[in-house]
């Protein structure tokens, strides 16, 4: 591999690490709001779709709001009738975000070692 491919490399490489990081910080902050914050606090600030807002067509996202704040409450049911796909992508941050925390503390072990 020349130098130039191996640059672009450790590039690209960078560029996914800081994605994950805000999609994974993300992720952390919606699993939060979603176990610890009030349905009507929330409710209150989130935006109305603009699908239906405009279009007054459900999107694939509609009412996953509310089913978040259902999985929070351990209300499964009612979250996979407002959203069938709310629960998969519940686990899918939840997962994301154990692997996010575990990585960033092997990392600062690592980091305090060298040290």
């Known amino acids: 591999m020349n130098p130039h491919s191996q640059i672009a490399l450790k590039e690209v490489k960078q560029a996914f690490k800081i ?3 805000i999609f994974s910080i993300a992720g952390l902050i919606i699993v939060f709001v979603s176990v610890f914050l009030k349905h009507d606090l929330v409710l209150s600030i989130s935006p109305t779709c603009m699908s239906m807002k405009y279009f007054n067509k459900e999107c ?6 509310r089913a978040f704040l259902e999985i929070g409450d351990l209300r499964l ?4 009738q407002l959203n069938r796909g709310s629960i998969i992508l519940f686990l899918l941050f ?3 975000s154990i692997v996010f925390i575990t990585f960033g503390f092997i990392n600062s072990i690592r980091y305090t070692k060298k040290l």
């Open 60 to 65: 694939i996202l509609c009412g996953m709001t």
């Open 94 to 96: 939840c997962v994301n």
């Open 19 to 21: 994605i994950w990081w």
């Open 77 to 80: 049911a009612l979250a996979y």
